[in-house]
């Protein structure tokens, strides 16, 4: 029975291990287990005492581990333990230094299977609640990477949920277990050399271990390649350094078609290619002149291309040469596949930035289209403004002219009219025409008060001569008293001088706000607020009345369309907060334009 040699492995990669190990290999291989990081793993001491039992046992120890075995990779010389070898980072084993190197260069947080199997008891031994877990992470990751080895089915789901759980986006990579299988083999090849004779058998153990290590070595180098056609030249120059071969072609496979090879050397087994793509269950067929051997790259339901490798310096070694190209191979397929899928990204990446410069050209070709369309709503609503404005100058002038036409030249000649009758009256006549006499003067008189008033409602006199306070303090008493609402008149800052357009459309304002209580309100008593500052005159009516639901309410039927058309051209706001059962408050605010 062959001696058995010991590996030393954390826990998180035990299950890979275990599996990567063939059946046959199992009688000279015993796998020791230690709790890996983040769990209560061994001290160095302790770690030390673990290894040093194995070596006296086994007498070859291999130490895999990552963070777990810091301390250990400097062990003394003439010691026990001085093959121990630990390995510098378990990741390597599984998907390459390359590919880790990346990763780590990124940021990312690099998690197996069996780590994430047991992340909530990670998180705990830690100490961490899901506040603090996400500081720490967020300050020392960009985002959690698995390396997916297909060992756990659950995996992908606890990777989104510790994700989830630590606040980071992430990204599963199958990885397979063929690099650490791969590697095992090599080193059991190198503990069955120990002791070996000179043999020719001796010689090709040690060649066969030697390329077993060499192409661990430079499989950890693709897998962190970008391109496709940079990783069938890596794998090239791979099975030419392995296996020196006179013939070496790959064909890639598109449509379920074989393309031109991408090797200088023509293959000559196209009829055992097409053979082995329609036997999806058989990875390998031998070449027509027995010497090699073609090789299907990828699984039978994703075939990438077919590799033929034929006419080797010693075809003596062809078994051999096929036991370690199928597990090449699958290493291979997967640096080509991850590098197709990258490039398929990277063009898709490339398809979105173009569309969002399309789309942004559009979009910015659209806001300088609006911008125009707002520019020119800007200048038709500045030209309604002014037009508006104007009207209500119009108007304002025309009031102001009829109503001094009533008062000056009406008033004058019903004046005159007056004391033509008193004259008539003193004049011999019957009393029954000094009673006619009378009466008339009495109609002139009524007449009189009615333009005066007329005179008054068209446009006040005192607005342009005496200023908005005097006008408000002659009219609200007025409206008062004709309307039988007692009204509470309350002004601060208003003895100053106004812009004849802004008194007039205050003196407005406040007269369609008051006719509207009159109308509506249904109460006997309102407020009258006027505020003014150096930038605006504010003034508020109030009420106490039946109110109503402003937004059930349209402005065009609520008497309030008035007021804003009246204080629209001169920039003027509005604001009514009013419910049913509750009043109105009617809130009027005028800007004030700077003087000169």
Not at 71 to 93: K, Y
Not at 296 to 325: C, S
Not at 353 to 377: C, D, F, G, H, W
Not at 516 to 545: F, H, M, P, S
Request: charged fraction near 25%; charge should be negative.
């Amino acid at each position: 029975m062959a001696e058995k040699r010991c590996i030393l492995v954390c826990s998180h990669l035990s299950s890979e291990v275990a599996a990567a190990i063939s059946p046959e290999e199992r009688a000279e291989i015993a796998v020791s287990v230690f709790p890996g990081c983040g769990t209560q793993q061994p001290t160095r001491d302790e770690l030390v005492k673990m290894a040093t039992s194995c070596a006296r046992e086994f007498g070859a120890v291999l130490l895999i581990g990552g963070c777990c075995t810091t301390g250990l990779q400097e062990l003394p010389a003439g010691s026990e333990l001085s093959d121990a070898s630990p390995t510098a980072r378990c990741f390597d084993l599984i998907a390459g230094k390359a590919l880790t190197d990346f990763y780590v260069e990124q940021g990312a947080y690099l998690v197996t299977g069996g780590w994430l199997k047991c992340w909530r008891q990670h998180i705990d031994f830690l100490g961490f609640d899901q506040a603090t877990a996400r500081d720490f992470f967020r300050e020392s990751a960009s985002r959690i990477v698995l390396f997916d080895t297909g060992l756990y089915q659950r995996s992908r789901e606890h990777l989104r949920e510790f994700a989830d759980f630590v606040g980071l986006t992430h990204e599963a990579l199958p990885v397979g277990l063929d690099l650490l299988r791969l590697f095992l083999n090599g080193k059991l090849r190198e503990w069955r050399l120990e002791g070996a004779s000179e043999s020719s058998t001796g010689a090709l153990a040690r060649q066969q271990a030697a390329d077993c290590m060499m192409a661990f070595e430079l499989l950890s180098t693709m897998t962190r390649t970008r391109t496709e056609t940079e990783a069938v030249q890596q794998m090239l120059e791979l099975f030419t350094g392995l296996f020196q071969p006179k013939k070496l072609a790959y064909s890639p496979i598109a449509a379920e078609r074989i393309g031109p090879p991408l090797a200088a050397s023509a293959p000559t087994g196209a009829g055992a290619g097409e053979a082995l793509l329609s036997s999806p269950d058989t990875p390998y067929a031998w070449t027509p002149s027995d010497t090699g051997f073609i090789l299907r790259v990828g699984e039978p339901d994703d075939i990438l291309g077919l590799l033929e490798v034929d006419d080797f310096a010693f075809p003596q070694h062809k078994a051999h040469y096929l036991n370690l190209a199928l597990v090449l191979v699958k290493v291979c397929a997967m640096a080509i596949s991850n590098a197709r899928a990258y490039e398929e990204l990277q063009n898709y990446r490339d398809h979105l930035e173009r569309m969002v410069e399309i789309r942004t050209a559009e979009l910015r070709q659209a806001n300088e289209v609006l911008a125009q369309k707002v520019l020119e709503q800007q200048r038709a609503e500045d030209e309604l403004r002014t037009l508006s404005r104007q009207l209500f100058e119009v108007q304002e002038n025309e009031r102001r002219a009829i109503a001094r036409e009533l008062h000056d030249q009406v008033g004058q000649d019903l004046t005159i009219l007056t004391l033509l009758i008193d004259r008539l009256k003193r004049m011999p006549g019957t009393d029954a025409a000094a009673e006619v006499v009378q009466a008339q003067k009495e109609t002139v008189v009524n007449v009189v008060g009615r333009v005066r008033n007329l005179s008054l409602s068209l446009r006040p006199g005192m607005l342009d001569d005496l200023g908005l306070l005097a006008t408000l303090q002659w009219y609200l008493p007025d409206f008062s008293k004709k309307a039988g609402i007692q009204i509470d008149f309350q002004h601060y800052g208003m003895d100053r001088e106004f812009p004849p357009d802004i008194r007039t459309a205050a003196y407005r304002a406040i007269q369609e706000a008051l006719t509207n209580v009159l109308r509506y309100a249904q109460t006997d008593k309102a407020t009258v607020i006027a505020r003014a500052d150096t930038t605006a005159l504010a003034l508020e009516v109030k009420d106490d009345g039946v109110g109503f639901d402003p937004a059930a309410v349209s402005a065009s039927s609520s008497g309030l369309r008035g007021i804003r058309e009246r204080i629209r051209p001169f920039g003027g706001k509005m604001a009514v907060n009013s419910a049913p059962g509750q009043g109105t408050h009617l809130i009027i605010e005028l800007p004030i334009p700077p003087a000169g």
